[in-house]
T-cell receptor, first 109, second 116 residues
Framework: EDQVTQSPEALRLQEGESSSLNCSYT??????LFWYRQDPGKGPEFLFT???AGEEKEKERLKATLTKKESFLHITAPKPEDSATYLC??????????FGKGTLLTVNP | ETGVTQTPRHLVMGMTNKKSLKCEQH?????MYWYKQSAKKPLELMFV???????ENNSVPSRFSPECPNSSHLFLHLHTLQPEDSALYLC???????????????FGPGTRLTVL
């Protein structure tokens, strides 16, 4: 059974204080690791897909990396508008996504 | 309209009511999904449709009944719900169902359902 564990559950940062979110996974035959951002009361917004270990993707202040066991979402010099819940999901040998519980990020001005 | 839309955005219903949630995708995708999101729990996959055929019914109680009349529209019919069914119901779509680089799922804004 595929599993995804995200840590920490919650993270509070000061504006400009860089940090990383972790997504550890076990999956039979990784076919993709997905990062989403979710604002309160809204649907998840797609950020990145990573397909193989060593792959990296960037978007503004966010950078996602992937190893064979985990993925990191690095946030550089965050701003208050980066506050959200960040979700990680993996896709294994079938079409289903297995999601983690998410990391609630709060960036204080 | 662009992306994936859902209506209504909020719904309050009694346990004896019958209501329906609607999802429409404007992305030309072939696969559509229903998820349930409860507090402190990961997203739970409920139903999956590919080219209007149901390919997944993830042990969902029969009080939830999906319908997919065409590849752009997806409904979730609700009846005799329980208070524990209160949650955010999310619709998603992807280009295809089979794994590959066209499998990214795009989500709608969700329907916040409260069962009294």
């Amino acid at each position: 059974e595929d599993q995804v564990t995200q840590s920490p559950e919650a993270l509070r940062l000061q504006e400009g204080e860089s940090s990383s979110l972790n997504c550890s996974y076990t999956v039979s035959g990784l076919r993709g690791l997905f990062w989403y951002r979710q604002d309160p009361g809204k649907g998840p917004e797609f950020l990145f897909t990573l397909y193989s270990a060593g792959e990296e993707k960037e978007k503004e202040r966010l950078k996602a990396t992937l190893t064979k066991k985990e993925s990191f979402l690095h946030i550089t010099a965050p701003k208050p508008e980066d506050s959200a819940t960040y979700l990680c999901a993996v896709r294994g040998s079938n079409y289903k996504l297995t999601f983690g519980k998410g990391t609630l990020l709060t960036v204080n001005p | 309209e662009t992306g994936v839309t859902q209506t209504p955005r909020h719904l309050v219903m009694g346990m004896t009511n019958k209501k329906s949630l609607k999802c429409e995708q404007h992305l030309g995708h072939n696969a559509m999904y229903w998820y349930k999101q409860s507090a402190k729990k990961p997203l739970e996959l409920m139903f999956v449709y590919s080219l209007e055929e149901r390919v997944e019914n993830n042990s969902v109680p029969s009080r939830f009944s999906p319908e997919c009349p065409n590849s752009s529209h997806l409904f979730l019919h609700l009846h005799t719900l329980q208070p524990e069914d209160s949650a955010l119901y999310l619709c998603a779509s992807s280009q295809d169902l089979t794994s590959g680089r066209t499998d990214t799922q795009y989500f709608g804004p969700g329907t916040r359902l409260t069962v009294l």
